[in-house]
DNA sequence: CTGAAAGCGCTTACAG
DNA sequence: CTGAAAGCGCTTACAG
């Protein structure tokens, strides 16, 4: 490709004022820009966004980072989530970046993205990559709240412990004494939220939460979430006495249908289901159909994208966003007499 | 942010050797990259993607040109492509970039894409943009064939042709006579292929194709699909004596749905709906449930990345791929006697 | 309004 | 195994 000194050398001009005509920067005479412009029309010259960039420190794009499942298949929290983000984008004239390589191990595998800041999806306990993105200063905005708590952090998130209270008191009322949770893992921050939010529950009925009902997701031992929601109530069904269970997604929720199927468990007369997470497709899909929250992903990735813009144009500003979850009562839950 | 000169000053030794500690390309003995990266680790300093791209001429990342539609909303063929791309991104390592930026008339305001290779998403006659991109050099892989037709372009289609000419021999052989079709914008290469294809089954059936029941999708009248198919019906029915529609999309049936209800036309009785494409959701949730193609949209995306990392490794390479597509027969169509 | 030169932060022959 | 220097393709004070 012709590059911005080829097409100063062609039109007998310097670089800087090729520069300038593309930029518009700085004011170039009507005969120059027409004859620089021709230049590069004939050359097939298009300025490189790349070398741009490096000189203005300024790449028009930001990242989000978001694992790919290991079926590869996003859920349709991320793809909402997507959309949130990429209207956002949009709307300032930005690029969005989708990011799902692997974490490395080996240190000198990190670099600096090449965007102007990042959404970090689902942050862990002590999470190193925030660490990383604060010592290179770059924008960052979090779609789950930090552990450590740092309040000059910004993030969007629901209110998990609130949700998790909410599902439980449901279920508490409906009669229900004992539930099984199968919750995120546990060096997940939105995971202590939500079980402390069901100890809540627990607790405002007079109950003591047990603490073995409450397991959590280890990728070592599961596949993916259908694996462990379907392995779960395999192995504990007849062991323990739950009457319900709260499943962090609807993909263990459909593990856990499975499950009952097989052992004959009719759902939701000898059991009770409900997901954390709300996958419109699934949820409805399911048979029977999954009373499971609304997390409204759409919204937190829009108002996750609000708030990066704003880092990036301040990195002053720190700013947190709760966005309200709601129950979604479909047909998985029965209360008992 | 430190820098990689910031780090040799710092541990004694020259760049190149900073760079090949952290790039691996050529052996530094044992201790000076001991060295190297206790200081990188004491300055924080990660090396810098956007300086690494541009001296090596590779980003490691692709893009997806991706119009938004005027509401903001990704409708779910965009949803399931780029599904399909990412999954191989992330298999070869590389971040996506998704391009939803509107184009541009100034020609100052082009710039070479930051990324190593381009899909393109609706091809139009004549595309400038197709045009830019050889110019360019850049990898290119179009979902949609091009016209003028070029050989050495690689893309991946739907059998449009085909498409159309199946649905049409479906409502002919149905007995209807008559048959509107709603098709995309008259630019794009599919709503040619499609039209081509509707006239196959006429002419399969002995009938001549009535030109004025081909009518074309115009942003300029329409704000959206929906509001297509909703204008359209209202304008014509009456005037017209159609007994079925074929629309573009499933949100151009929605449209034509609701227009039949105000109108208290009854379908499928009255009135016979198919969409050429898909959506999942919508086509589900419908009343009627629609009739419509399922076009495997996310094995459109895949294939389109596999054959742009193809032309990026070796940029002779050129092939085009067919995805078949389904008829999926639900409500919305009734056969005549 | 325009040019010369330094700078953005890397990589890579070439030499030793 | 390591260094010095040119190069990737832009932008931007500084000077005129």
Redesign the interface.
Known sequence: ?ATIDDVARMAGVSKGTVSS??S?KRPISQQVTERV?EVA?EL?Y?????????AIKR?M?I?LKIP?PPD???TAFD?QL??GV??E??KQ?Y???????PEQED??L?????VDGVILLNPRKNDLRIQ?YL???TPLVLVGRSDPYDDTISYVDNNNTNVARQVGDYLLRGGHKTVLFLNASSDMTVSYDRKHGLAEAYSQHGLPMPEEYVVYYDHKLHANGTEYGYMSIMNSYGNMNYTAVITDTDRVALGVLRAARELDIEVPEQLSVIALSND??LAQDMNPKLTSVELSAETLGAEAAKLLFEKISDKRIHRQIIIPAQLVVRESCKFLS
Do not use: E, W
Not at 46 to 54: D, K, Q, V, Y
């Open positions: 490709m005509v593309f518009k412009l029309q097939g298009f300025p490189n966004h790349l070398a741009r960039s490096l790449t794009s990242g790919l590869g298949t996003m793809t997507i959309n990429i209207k984008c949009s004239g690029r969005l970046v989708l990011d799902t390589l240190p000198t990190y670099s600096q993205d090449p990383r010592m290179m200063g419109a497709i």
